[in-house]
């Protein structure tokens, strides 16, 4: 399958992502995953990446789209995927088709999480990330760490990413609504569109997202 997941910052995209990525045996690609690995490696690319994220602003077109495009090029997501966080505009939209069409291939879903503006915010406040592993995600209230400040999975620091401070989830916010947003409109155009409610415990988000996804097996 191939899917693309779009929701508000702190809608639960990257939690629900992993989960989905392993039950349907298609690899989890999140471009703000990549541009945090490129920042931790100190690249180029995460230089640049790093000034725009920290402002809460949208990483360049020119450049989140060839690293995305690499990324969906890689041998592991040639019978699918699910894209997190990509696209977020309606350019980053139309280049995905551009390279979909001259693939040969087609969107199966586009998989909108709902979730009310102050629970996002509650959220991203209380999320804790593993150093060592972004998909160890934890919330100091909803899903705490056995051990304040240490992953259960793998022992890595938790830490709070530098782009989760208030001031800046509010220009995330704005940015999902005049940028992002108008996507779940193109892609509704095409039919592609499946909208589920966010809230309540993970695993029951993750049911709902198969049930709409027609795997509920
Ligand atoms: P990105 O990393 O994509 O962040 P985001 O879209 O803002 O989303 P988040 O990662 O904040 O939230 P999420 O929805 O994944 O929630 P999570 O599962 O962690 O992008 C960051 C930046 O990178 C952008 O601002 C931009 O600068 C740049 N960028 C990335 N892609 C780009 C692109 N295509 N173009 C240009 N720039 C780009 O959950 C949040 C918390 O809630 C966690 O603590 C979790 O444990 C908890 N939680 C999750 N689900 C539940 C639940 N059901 N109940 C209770 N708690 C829950
Ligand atoms: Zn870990």
Redesign the pocket.
């Known amino acids: 399958m191939r899917i693309v997941l779009v929701?508000?910052?702190?809608?639960?995209?990257?939690?629900?992502?992993t989960r989905l990525a392993e039950k349907l045996s298609i690899p989890h690609i999140?471009?703000?995953?990549l541009?945090?690995a490129n920042i931790s490696r100190q690249t180029d690319l995460g230089k640049l990446?790093k000034s725009?994220?920290d402002a809460?602003?949208?990483?360049p077109?020119e450049v989140?789209i060839a690293m995305?495009k690499d990324r969906m090029e890689q041998p592991d997501a040639e019978n699918g995927f699910l894209l997190?966080?990509?696209?977020?505009?309606v350019s980053?939209a139309e280049a995905l088709d551009e390279l979909l069409q001259t693939e040969g291939i087609e969107l199966d879903a586009v998989l909108d999480?709902e979730a009310p503006e102050d629970e996002v915010v509650k959220?991203?406040a209380?999320?804790?990330i593993c150093r060592k592993d972004s998909a160890h995600?934890?919330?100091v209230t909803?899903?705490p760490p056995k051990k304040e400040g240490v992953c259960d999975v793998c022992g890595g620091e938790l830490y709070q990413?530098d782009?989760?401070s208030e001031e800046t989830v509010r220009t995330?916010l704005e940015?999902?609504h005049t940028q992002t947003e108008p996507i779940i409109d193109y892609y509704k155009s095409q039919g592609l569109v499946v909208t589920i409610e966010?809230?309540?415990?993970?695993e029951e988000?993750t049911r709902r997202a198969l049930a709409a996804l027609k795997r509920d097996a």
Do not use: E
């Open positions: 929701g508000p910052p702190g809608a639960g995209k990257g939690t629900q992502a999140s471009t703000g995953d541009f945090r990446a725009y994220m809460g602003n949208l990483v077109d989140t995305a997190d966080g990509f696209p977020r505009n980053q999480l959220r991203i209380g999320r804790r995600v934890f919330h909803y899903s990413r782009d989760d995330r940015v999902y966010a809230m309540g415990p993970v988000v």
